[in-house]
Every structure is written in structure tokens, then in C-alpha cells.
């Protein structure tokens, strides 16, 4: 006869095993629908933008369109609303961490979501083409889990080592309760202010154009700026050019203009010690490439390296808004708001 306190044992077993085995079941079916259906949860920054760019083309259809893409640098950088007016709309549709693959994935999408620009700001980041360390810097920095699985299939093979880009995607889908918790609680709970240690997220100072204003008081500067020292400095000495993500950023480009849509290349601003990080062969070898890059595609390139001193920035190389005010009043004044330089054509 088996005793009533090991009964008792193995039924809160049984219990505790099916409590995780229907937990594991909800989070692979939630991932499931997170994947194929629920696009808002798996990526909510372009489904904000693409609704703020919606209600504004929908406030005068026949207004041109100027789509300003790149990473968070640009995303930060340049003041969409101060370069749109009766005549044009300007439209910050940045993504952080895009390197060449996510510039395509965004530009792909909104093509399918039926976006049709007539002028195209794309920014070009040297340390996105450059193999000097042996690996892509989109490797580390591409954020996978915002792609369904079949998006994913795409944009794998551009990377050289997947594996982190693997498990980004594979936790995303695996545990969504915690990579999504936040995008889920405010989906639920739309009327729930948010928790006071919400974490902070660039679409909390996002504008209705998809300019990202972010507030950094100057007691966090200098973590901020060390961060981006350690994620950024290996890939300033020497530059590589990276064929393969240099062709990626290439056919991009080539793309958008097949589209009729005219593109002007950007090199977003950096403060003095990110620049001083350039010896004079990686900065002859980058400004090189990206020369090729505007000739082989015909797209002017703006090299806004030293427009901004060094106090406009936060960490050194994302601008704060006053910085940003400045690179879009020189933007305007050098470049004109349209993306296309006085007595330039098309």
C-alpha cells in the first residue's frame, strides 16, 4: 500500500509537471499567432509608424513623399516635420540597429503596405559594410525577432554568423510572454497607464512624422557614451570592405530608384571621438566606398561627419534634440527639404 504522503507527493507533481506543460503549449501557440498574425505585437514600431505615415498622407493624398530610412542615428537625427510642408511630406521611417539587411526588409514591406515615395534619404553607416573584425556588425545588432519566420528566411542568409541572430529569434518566439511582454500588456490592456518601471523605448518620444526624440539628463551620458564605445570602437581603425553586404546596400538602392523614386545617400554626424577613432587609411577607405556606392547607383551623398560639435550628442553618436534641430536646419539649407541639392536633377 503506498503511503498518503507519497500520493500526495506525486499528485502535486503531476499537477506542477501539467501546469508546465500547458504553459509551454500557450507560449508556443502565442508565438504561433505573434508570427503569422499578429504583426502589431512582433514588430509595433513600424506598425506606429506606418499609421502615423498613413494619417499623414491621408491629410492630402496628392502631397509627395519623402522617406527618410536608416538606423537609430538617423532616427534620432533628422526632424521630418521641419522638412514637410504644404507642398511635401517628409516621413521618418528609420529603424534602429538597420544595417543593409533591415533597410531592405523595411523598404520591401512598405512597398508591399503599398508606400509610394518619390525621394528616398537613405543613410549609409561605414561600419555596416566593413569586415575588419570578421564579423558583420548586423550580426550583432539585428533585431530578428521583429520578423515573422518566413521574413526571417529572407534576411538569414545575408548574415555571415547567424547563431545570435538564431537565438533572438528563437526566444522571441519560444518565451513571446517575455520578449513581448510590454507590446502584450498594452495590446490587452490599452487603458492601463503604464507601470512607472516600464522599460524606456524610443517609441515613448516618437512624433507624428517618426522622428525619436530621446531625453538623456547629463548624469547618463557617460555610461551611454562608454555603451556605445565597446558596441562600436573595434570597427573604426581599419576598414574592409564587406562585399557582400556592400552588393546587399547596392541593390537596395538600385531598387528604390527602379521604383522612379530619386534616393540621396546620408552619413549621419559624429562627435569628435568617434571620429578621431578613424585612421587615415580606414577614413580614405570608407569615404572611397561609399563614393563607388553613390557613382555605381547615382545618388548624391551627404557627409554630415562634422556638421554637429560635440555637446549635440548624447552618446557621441546619436544626436539629442537640439543637435537635431541643427543637422535638419543645415539639411535645409545645404541639401534643400526635398533630399535633392539646388540644380540638381533627379
Known sequence: MIPPNRIRRLRHRRVVAWVFVLFALSQVALGAAIDRAWSDIRDTEYAIKKRRLDAKVAENPRRPLTLILGSSRVGHGLRAADLSDANRLTFNFSIPASGPLMLAHTWNRLRRDGVSPDRAILEVMPIFLNAATGVHQEDRMLDSARLSLDEYRVVRPGLSRPGGADRRWLFARLLPIRRHRVELRDAITPDVPSDADRPASPLDWMDEFGWQSRPVPPAERPALLGLAHRQYDSFYPRFDLDPSQYDCLRRLVLDIRATGC???????????????????????????????????????????????ADDGFYDGHHLLAEGATATTAMWRERVGPSGIASGESP
Open 262 to 308: 530619386h534616393t540621396t545617400l546620408l552619413t549621419m554626424p559624429e562627435s569628435t571621438a568617434f571620429r578621431r577613432l578613424l585612421s587615415p587609411e580606414s577614413l580614405a577607405a570608407q569615404d572611397a566606398c561609399v563614393r563607388r556606392l553613390a557613382d555605381e547607383t547615382q545618388s548624391p551623398w551627404v557627409d554630415a561627419r562634422e556638421w554637429i
